[in-house]
């Protein structure tokens, strides 16, 4: 398919909570939508690295920038036939993998509607629904996480993630764990510690996590190697795999018995499928993260998601749970699957973003055409 035209949509996104994490606070998710367009069909790619370089060196601002006067340019006008293709294309500018995210998840979506294919079978996947889970940042007291956790426990969700960080670590999770002594949680730092703090880890033990996501820095492979040597529970690594290369090293070295594949961290869904299939061989079971993208994106994490390996429920959230008024066109719902645990189906149709809300959510925008 040849791509025609190019359109960046710089946007932010108001919470109806703010998004506290190990390395800061979001009151508003700032994302980046591409439109590609060939000849009479359209796709939309959505990629969200939040506002300022703080979850990965990446930013929103800079991701708009980079695939403006870079990216957009190297394959503007250009016959691209898959997905592959379009990486090698990429392959000149290093990193940047949310950048490249915006346009591979475009050049997917376009995909799917040019030969009347479903994503996620355009993907290789034979399910149409996964188990979700529920996700819980830091809050202003204990007892109000305790609070939600309940209603989430109500709700038979399969598993919990709970945001940990320093001043919100061990006495936060004996809370938990004390009120709900049998149910599924993992913890999230956000790499926000470091191989000095083992011993912390070590006392982790005793909770009976299912894993702990990202406990080191975020671009580490081999202090968590060394980590996981130390501790029983098993490590998941999260903002360290930005590519496929990186989950290669990541299974040589044993750094991890989960990954956490998020389309916008690894360069989007073309790579996400290489780091999904380079694990399953390895024996190293996966799940989808998400970055509380609209609809939009969270359709691809959802059409990722139904892929064999992904045997840990995903976070893919309703839309109502973060923004008053979703950016697509339809928004993003969960059900009950047999089993009565919320779970979430793949989209037959992806949805666009609605243009009123869309522009009236704008920061800057950007047209490239043949």
Same mark, same amino acid.
């Given at each position: ?197 083992? *011993?912390?880890?070590? =006392?982790?033990?005793?909770?009976? $996590? !299912? &894993? ?7 671009? +580490? @492979? ?71 993208? *609209?609809?939009?994106? =969270?359709?691809?994490?959802?059409? $990722? !998601? &139904? ?7 995903? +976070? @893919? ?54």
């Amino acid at each position: 398919m040849k791509i025609e035209r190019i359109e960046l949509f710089h946007v932010a996104m108001p919470l109806i909570y703010p998004w506290r994490t190990a390395y800061g606070e979001d009151a508003a998710i700032h994302s980046v939508l591409c439109r590609l367009v060939s000849g009479s069909v359209e796709g939309w790619g959505e990629s969200t690295p939040l506002a300022a370089p703080c979850y990965s060196p990446e930013w929103a601002g800079g991701v708009f920038h980079t695939v403006s006067e870079w990216l957009a340019p190297a394959v503007i006008g250009q016959e691209i036939d898959s997905g592959q293709a379009l990486q090698e294309k990429l392959s000149l500018y290093k990193g940047n993998s949310f950048a490249k995210a915006a346009l591979d998840n475009a050049w997917w979506s376009l995909h799917s509607r040019m030969t009347n294919v479903p994503l996620h079978r355009a993907l290789g996947a034979t399910r149409n629904e996964v188990p979700v889970g529920a996700d819980f940042g830091v809050m202003d007291h204990v007892d109000e996480l305790i609070e939600v956790v309940g209603s989430a426990v109500a709700e038979n969700f399969p598993r919990i993630k709970l945001k940990f960080r320093p001043g919100w670590d061990i006495p936060m999770l004996k809370a938990v764990r004390s009120s709900f002594p049998d149910e599924t949680f993992h913890i999230d730092c956000n790499s926000g510690y470091r191989i000095k703090d083992a *011993s912390l880890f070590q =006392a982790i033990d005793e909770f009976q $996590l !299912a &894993m702990i996501e990202q406990p080191l820095q975020h671009d +580490d @492979i081999t202090d968590h190697a060394r980590l996981q040597e130390m501790i029983k529970t098993p490590i998941c690594l999260d903002e360290t795999i930005t590519h496929p290369y990186r989950a290669q090293q990541a299974v040589e070295l044993k750094s991890c018995q989960y990954v956490n594949i998020k389309p916008g961290r690894v360069g989007g869904l073309t790579n996400a499928v290489r780091i999904h299939d380079l694990c399953q061989q390895a024996g190293i079971p996966c799940w989808v993260g998400g970055m509380l993208e *609209s609809a939009t994106g =969270a359709s691809h994490c959802t059409a $990722l !998601a &139904m892929l064999d390996n992904f045997t840990y429920p995903a +976070d @893919i959230f309703p839309s109502e749970k973060y923004y008053h008024e979703e950016l697509a066109e339809f928004p993003l719902s969960l059900f009950d699957s047999e089993e009565g645990v919320p779970s979430v189906k793949a989209f037959e149709n992806l949805p666009d973003p609605n243009f009123k809300r869309l522009e009236s959510l704008t920061i800057q925008k950007k047209v490239i055409k043949s």
